[in-house]
């Protein structure tokens, strides 16, 4: 699994990435899904920067996504009713909603966004694609850059 630093040059590379399509007007699909996986590895750099998790009031030893389900099944405590599936993606909502409320809704946007843009509907909106790049995403950068002294890039929107 990635490390901290590796999840930030993954992060800083998917950002530029974002920052070179962002001129193209026909690949907002694009730019809703490199947002999100920016978010994801801002995301993961932050677990595994913190290696823990907190659950139901206990705090787990978690360093990435992976390690959340097992760890609340060899912890007894009971599996939360309302996710869907064990995934990744699942864990790290669940995650982002309970330890990181601060940027828990931006993330959720991103994920349902992307979700949207890569099974849906390609053809996105320039002003809703550009919204989640400058509302979501870079809410997100701010604050893993401010509370964690990462080093996250924000996308040059040129």
């Not at 590895?41 to 932050?46: A, D, G, Q, S, Y």
């Not at 946007?109 to 870079?138: C, D, K």
Request: charged share 20%; proline share 4%; hydrophobic share 35%.
């Amino acid at each position: 699994m990635p490390t901290d630093a590796e999840h930030l040059i993954h992060g800083n590379h998917n950002i530029d990435f974002l920052s070179y399509i962002y001129p193209q007007q026909d690949f907002n699909d694009w730019i809703v899904t490199a947002a999100f996986y920016s978010s994801v590895h801002i995301i993961e750099c932050v677990v595994f920067k913190r290696k823990r998790v907190i659950y139901r009031g206990k705090a787990l030893q978690v360093a990435h996504p992976k390690e959340f389900f097992i760890q609340i099944k060899t912890s007894g405590l009971p599996f939360p009713n309302y996710c869907k599936s064990k995934s990744d993606h699942a864990a790290r909502l669940l995650i982002v909603y309970l330890n990181y409320p601060e940027v828990s809704a931006q993330y959720k946007r991103l994920y349902n966004a992307s979700e949207t843009a890569r099974y849906r509907q390609y053809i996105w909106n320039r002003r809703i694609a550009e919204g989640m790049v400058t509302t979501n995403l870079q809410t997100i950068i701010t604050w893993c850059n401010k509370k964690f002294s990462t080093a996250f890039k924000n996308p040059s929107l040129n």
